[in-house]
């Protein structure tokens, strides 16, 4: 192990310098004025502030540094104290790597740094302290000190080696931020809970027996016990909230809204650790007991909420405390860390949807740099996509986004599509790359790992299968992409927009207009038998699916969805007229319209079309008449593309749902394919 030398006083005319991270912050430890700066200034006695000077690693690739923390002193310096070393990751070193936010940039705190004094950000001056130990040393790897952030060459480098460095330490410590009287009652009560429900067995359940949560009392099995123990601590929880007793008190605190939940890099952090730690304060939670609470509350929302009560005051507070609960404990990252623990590989296609498509404005992720809405992903991944991709920071953002949409299709990834149409800090990005810096909602037809539509393929066993395959690229239009494709029809028609905000409430006018669009189009197709129109007016507003807790499929015939849009047309009707909606069958029917609107939200940016021969479903909102409905050979489902004006080349607008195309009907006319170019 290498010593770091000592710092010198860094002197740059114009006063302060530095560059910013990927959360905003600033990259260098310190924001430093010269001497000639603060004089032209008329300030001769300002204080310097000074740059450590590192000693280049000698083997970036495989070599750290690790900062030493003395033990407390009965006598504090007046300065904090840091030692900084070199360590080979081959020769297994014992540290603590900390997974933390940067906060402000600004270097307001004084640090002593191998017998120099540097200034230093907050976030970093109060962690330093808070791992502090009383009676030994503490071995820590933090990036805002350990890399030279200034060395891009460096960066790259050690950027390549953050998956072994947090896998590799003793333990990661997540750090929060500091404590509050309300954050320390929320980290106790969370411990209590955690371990309670882990003697449960819940660490034991898969995700398989987590689809579904309702009392088996027959079923013997060990997962079936746990549930069966977990619905009745549900059922004790319901029971004390509804009678006024505030179960979930302990919840009332901003630990939930801590930055960590929201920073891109944090994702990679955790789930690459051995043992990972939340920490706030002095307070400290182990992952497992973490996770445990996190699923227990999000399957407590989805159990409460199909169960309500009738009384209107009970049954709002109960939808106030869900609303309250989804704050305090966001789920996003921990599934992914438990994942990897139970021996389960991620491959970059869900971990990019997990991270960057959301069905709520609140649950973005941050990353200020939006290559790392990739790049901060492929220490996670592991799939023949992630191993095509290379976190390249020479690469533009355009650039950085075509090659991984390249990639994720090549591998057949064909609902990759579905996420495209919106622009944010990429207008120009060629129409079929999704824009990750965009905030992305869920596609219509679920990003999930089974099937649930095969409109490009026949869907019969028996026929030969069918893979989406890109035509290879060339290389002198790499904007360029070609799939074999046929255009099945073109837009006659189109209805009214069904544009509902990522966090707004459910508009039953727009929804009558809705509903009043899929009658007509319907009743003037000459491509559907009665019983199938019939089938349709319900079918087409929620894409098809239903959802039971965590569990999506197909829309059942007789299930929740037909009755659901029978309940929601009649309150629909009579709040547009103005006049009273039989309550009662209202509130016994609340649970399947709740399930209904959900799902009506879903296929947001929708409005409905009929075609020139007569197929009725949904497409974009910005799709009009002369657009065309096509299938890509293998695609999942179908999408609407427009010509190009003056060439042979299409737009490619979104995916499209069309009544009676979706499992590969079309399919079993054998039509014949040909090239399609998008741009």
């Known amino acids: 192990m290498v010593p770091e030398f000592a710092a010198t006083p860094y002197s740059a005319p114009g006063g302060y310098e530095g560059t910013v991270d990927n959360e905003g912050s600033l990259v260098g430890i310190y924001a430093f004025e010269t001497i000639e700066a603060q004089k032209c200034a008329g300030n001769s006695h300002a204080p310097?502030?000074?740059?450590?000077?590192?000693?280049?690693?000698?083997a970036?690739?495989?070599?750290?540094?690790?900062?030493?923390?003395?033990?407390k002193s009965p006598q504090p310096p007046t300065v904090f104290v840091v030692h900084m070393f070199h360590a080979h990751l081959s020769e297994d070193p014992k540290y603590t790597a900390l997974s933390y936010t940067w906060g402000s940039p600004t270097p307001t705190d004084l640090i002593e740094l191998n017998g120099q004094r540097h200034h230093t950000t907050e976030s970093v001056f109060v962690v330093l302290h808070e791992l502090q130990r009383e009676n030994e040393d503490v071995v820590v790897w933090i990036d805002a000190l350990c890399i030279n952030q200034q060395d891009d060459i460096e960066k790259t480098d050690q950027v390549q080696l953050m998956r072994q460095i947090y896998k590799t330490a003793q333990e990661v410590v997540v750090w929060l931020g500091p404590s509050t009287p309300y954050t320390d009652s929320t980290m106790q009560e969370t411990r209590k809970l955690g371990e309670q429900l882990l003697d449960m067995g819940l660490w034991d359940l898969t995700a398989a027996d987590c689809e579904t949560w309702e009392l088996e009392e027959e079923n013997t099995s060990g997962a079936a016990n746990t549930k069966n123990n977990v619905i009745r601590l549900f059922e004790e929880h319901m029971r004390r909230q509804n009678s006024g007793d505030y179960a979930f008190w302990w919840i009332m605190s901003d630990l939930g809204e801590r930055r960590w939940f929201r920073r891109m890099w944090c994702i990679q952090e955790c789930a690459n650790a051995?043992?990972?730690?939340?920490?706030?304060?002095?307070?400290?939670?182990?992952?497992?007991?973490?996770w445990a609470v996190s699923l227990y509350m999000s399957t407590f929302i989805n159990y409460a909420l199909l169960r309500p009560t009738g009384n209107d005051i009970t049954d709002n507070q109960m939808l106030w405390l869900t609303g309250k609960i989804q704050e305090t404990f966001p789920t996003e990252m921990i599934g992914i860390r438990r994942k990897r623990l139970m021996g389960h590989q991620h491959d970059l296609r869900s971990l990019l949807y997990s991270s960057n498509a959301v069905h709520g404005s609140n649950l973005r992720i941050e990353c200020t740099d939006p290559r790392d809405r990739v790049y901060a992903l492929l220490g996670i991944a592991a799939d023949a996509v992630s191993e095509t991709i290379v976190a390249d920071y020479t690469r533009t953002l355009d650039e950085a986004y075509i090659a991984t949409a390249r990639a994720l299709l090549n591998n057949g990834h064909d609902d990759v599509l579905s996420l495209c149409g919106i622009r944010t800090l990429c207008p120009d990005l060629p129409s079929w790359v999704p824009d990750w810096s965009s905030l992305l909602r869920w596609p219509w037809s679920v990003w999930h790992s089974q099937l649930m539509f095969s409109a490009g393929y026949n869907s019969n066993p028996s026929a030969p299968y069918v893979a989406f395959k890109p035509h290879t690229a060339t290389p002198s239009r790499p904007d360029e992409l070609r799939l074999e494709g046929k255009v099945i029809d073109t837009l006659k028609d189109v209805g009214t927009v069904w544009s509902v905000g990522i966090d707004d409430p459910f508009d039953y006018t727009a929804a009558t207009a809705l509903f009043n669009d899929i009658s007509t189009y319907l009743s003037q197709s000459p491509r559907y038998a009665p019983s199938e129109r019939q089938e349709g007016e319900w079918r087409i507003l929620v894409g098809d699916i239903e959802s039971h807790g965590m569990n999506i499929q197909r829309a059942a015939a007789d299930g929740p969805m037909k009755k659901g849009v029978e309940v929601m047309k009649h309150f629909a009707e009579h709040y547009s007229k103005g006049t009273v909606a039989d309550m009662e069958y209202i509130k016994a029917n609340r649970g399947v319209m709740s399930a209904v609107s959900g799902r009506m939200q879903s296929m947001y940016d929708a409005r409905l079309f009929s075609s020139e021969t007569g197929w009725v479903g949904l497409c974009p909102m910005n799709g009009v008449p002369g657009d065309s409905i096509v299938l890509f050979l293998g695609a999942r489902v179908p999408y609407l593309i427009r010509k190009v004006e003056g060439g042979e080349k299409w737009k490619l607008i979104g995916e499209c749902h069309v009544y009676g195309i979706m499992d590969g009907e079309y399919m079993k006319e054998e039509p014949v394919f040909e090239p399609i170019i998008l741009c």
């Open 274 to 290: 051995e043992v990972a730690i939340f920490r706030c304060g002095k307070e400290e939670v182990d992952f497992r007991v973490y």
């Open 48 to 58: 310097v502030l000074e740059r450590f000077n590192y000693v280049p690693l000698s």
């Open 60 to 71: 970036p690739t495989s070599q750290i540094r690790l900062l030493r923390i003395p033990p």
